[in-house]
């Protein structure tokens, strides 16, 4: 059994570990003539390569993506497309004295449990260092859907809660998203988490942080019932990125609090099509995209490799204190909202051709 792989008709498979030679990825299903160089793929991984500035992990990887095959005069043949990210920057001694000990929060040991053996170099293959792959597939995703939409969609992502930090949605700047090291889109609570995180960095510790990822300019009826929901796939493709915790889709939990009329996105038509009132249901409804913004938020866990001592065990059942050295990143969903713009994309163009092979 393999699972290295996610999604239908648009497929990708992921490969490689934190501290070996190259990562990578291998995407399927891409349909043919479709221009693609490395240059479309470059800057998504800019926007989630490390070591950018000083609250994010000082691992210095430049993340250069090399296309391996699937192209013939820079076009896509329909065939796998093969992408390869070589590590450049591994310490693989920060971790010596923890292979034999089991990280609080980490999978460090259900690893062991199930394989009994793992790779504790960084991780291994349980690292957020694998989601760069991820960000190439989801590269490929948007030429995709550019090229079957015609550039219509837009997929764009922001950090919205930092710790105890939420925005004020009242000041929401996508603009602002750009300016900040932080993919923040309220400008007034930037100084707030540099000042949060700052002292988290200090103190040994880390911090959460809930992202949200918004696609615009989707058609309705991508989604199919029942068991091929377009939510579905999305909460699973959210679920799936490293040390995320929870995932809502439009108002999500808050749904819970409101009534059946409030909750309820009221219909008209105007200029002879159906638009709606509002989008509690985060432009999904019965699995199926209603053609409003796809809404997606997901929660991150604060980081769990960090230098104050936690109580822990050895594989061989001793009692001990773990502190991981090296260089981590205090916040992880910083850099996880380029992952999750990525992911989205994914699922969008999968979904995309699903519908197109089913309904033409």
Same mark, same amino acid.
């Given at each position: ?188 609570? $930037? =100084? %707030?988490?540099?000042? #949060?995180?700052?002292? +988290? ?6 911090? &959460? ?112 204190? $773990? =502190? %991981?050295?090296?260089? #981590?990143?205090?916040? +992880? ?6 992952? &999750? ?20």
């Amino acid at each position: 059994m393999s699972f290295n792989s996610f999604g239908h008709l648009f497929r990708f498979t992921t490969w490689g570990e934190s501290h070996g030679p190259a990562i990578g990825c291998v995407v399927d299903g891409v349909p043919p003539r479709i221009p693609l160089s490395e240059a479309d793929i470059q800057p998504w991984l800019d926007r989630r390569r490390p070591g950018q500035s000083r609250f994010t992990t000082q691992r210095r990887e430049p993340d250069q993506v090399r296309i391996l095959s699937g192209l013939f005069d820079g076009q896509t043949t329909g065939t796998p497309i093969s992408l390869l990210i070589e590590n450049e920057d591994q310490r693989s001694k920060d971790y010596s004295e923890i292979k034999d000990r089991f990280r609080p929060g980490h999978a460090d040991y259900t690893y062991w449990a199930k394989y009994g053996i793992r790779d504790y170099r960084g991780g291994g293959r349980s690292s957020a260092r694998e989601t760069a792959s991820r960000v190439a597939a989801g590269a490929v995703a948007r030429k995709v859907l550019d090229h079957v939409l015609g550039k219509s969609a837009v997929i764009r992502g922001a950090l919205v809660q930092m710790g105890p930090h939420a925005i004020d949605r009242t000041r929401w700047d996508w603009a602002a998203v750009e300016e900040n090291p932080f993919w923040c889109p309220d400008a007034a609570m $930037v =100084a %707030t988490w540099e000042t #949060h995180l700052d002292g +988290v960095r200090k103190g040994g510790s880390s911090t &959460g942080a809930v992202i949200e990822v918004v696609a615009s300019g989707l058609p309705a009826g991508l989604g199919a019932p029942i068991y091929g929901k377009l939510d579905a796939d999305l909460a699973a493709a959210m679920m799936g990125i490293n040390a995320v915790k929870g995932v809502e889709i439009g108002a999500g939990f808050a749904a819970a609090s409101l009534s059946g009329e409030e909750n309820a996105d009221e219909m008209r038509m105007q200029d002879g099509r159906v638009t709606f009132l509002s989008n509690n249901a985060g432009g999904i409804l019965g699995g199926i995209s209603t053609g409003q913004d796809i809404v997606v938020r997901f929660a991150v866990k604060p980081t769990s490799s960090i230098p104050t001592p936690r109580h822990s065990v050895t594989k061989d059942g001793e009692n001990v204190e $773990v =502190a %991981t050295k090296g260089r #981590h990143d205090p916040c +992880v969903g910083i850099r996880a909202v380029p992952v &999750g713009e990525a992911m989205l994309a994914i699922v969008l163009a999968d979904h995309l051709l699903r519908h197109r092979g089913q309904c033409g």
